[in-house]
């Protein structure tokens, strides 16, 4: 099993091991010694990169510099587009301050469309077999909002010194990941008007199931 958001479901796991024991090459688990144990990891940070694809899953990637606005507060933050059928997960991300003092950052969540908003960055696949000509990307966007009034709910409050200081999700007092609602965020600021701010984040995304559906 996993404790990983929306990975808990015995039978995806089945569907992974059997494309994995599938697989050409290597000698046949039933002849392996009888004394072996065979212990497979399918997820989670013991599991090798390359099974998410045998799971169905895809790695991705963005960053963002939003620069400052007299008056009003930058943000940038990371989105699920709503609609799209997908469960996305937020593994870790940075902020980085840019502005020639020390700054406060925080780390907020919201959903649904926030004013603002003035342009979008779609993340990329990590996973570079996805990457074609004809690809445009997942569709875990990096948004820019510049407002008079800061979006969402804070629940992560931290310092970060000048000349070019990183904060990241080392800071979460409750681990890094975070599931993304259909339209919601993961947003990051600095506490005052008037201030440049940097962020990426990276995580994976897959196909919703009928019975997830069902249950939300």
């Known amino acids: 099993m996993s404790d990983r958001p929306g990975e808990g479901y015995p039978y995806r796991f089945n569907e992974i091991v059997k494309r994995l024991l599938g697989g050409k090459g290597g000698e046949p688990l039933n002849e392996v010694a009888g004394d072996l144990v065979t212990s497979i990891v399918l997820e989670g940070p013991d599991a090798p990169f390359e099974y ?25 933050g990371v989105r699920l587009q709503p609609s799209v059928g997908l469960i996305t997960v937020v593994e870790g991300f940075s902020v980085k301050n840019t502005n020639a003092v020390a700054i406060g950052v925080q780390v907020r969540v919201a959903t649904g469309v926030l004013p603002g908003i003035i342009g979008s960055t779609v993340s990329i696949h990590r996973d570079t077999h996805l990457l074609t000509t004809a690809s445009i990307g997942p569709a875990t966007l990096m948004t820019e909002i510049q407002n008079a009034a800061l979006q969402g709910f804070p629940f992560l409050t931290f310092s970060l010194a000048a000349a070019n200081a990183l904060g990241d999700s080392a800071f979460f007092p409750t681990g ?41």
Do not use: C, D, H, K
């Open 52 to 76: 998410r694809r045998l799971g169905g899953i895809a790695s991705w990637g963005v960053s963002r510099n939003a620069g400052a606005n007299v008056g009003v507060f930058t943000q940038l």
């Open 176 to 216: 890094p990941l975070i599931e993304l609602a259909p339209g919601g965020w993961l947003l990051a600021n600095p506490i005052i008007v008037n201030q440049n701010i940097e962020m990426s984040a990276w995580g994976y995304e897959r196909v919703e199931e009928p019975s997830e559906v069902t249950a939300r």
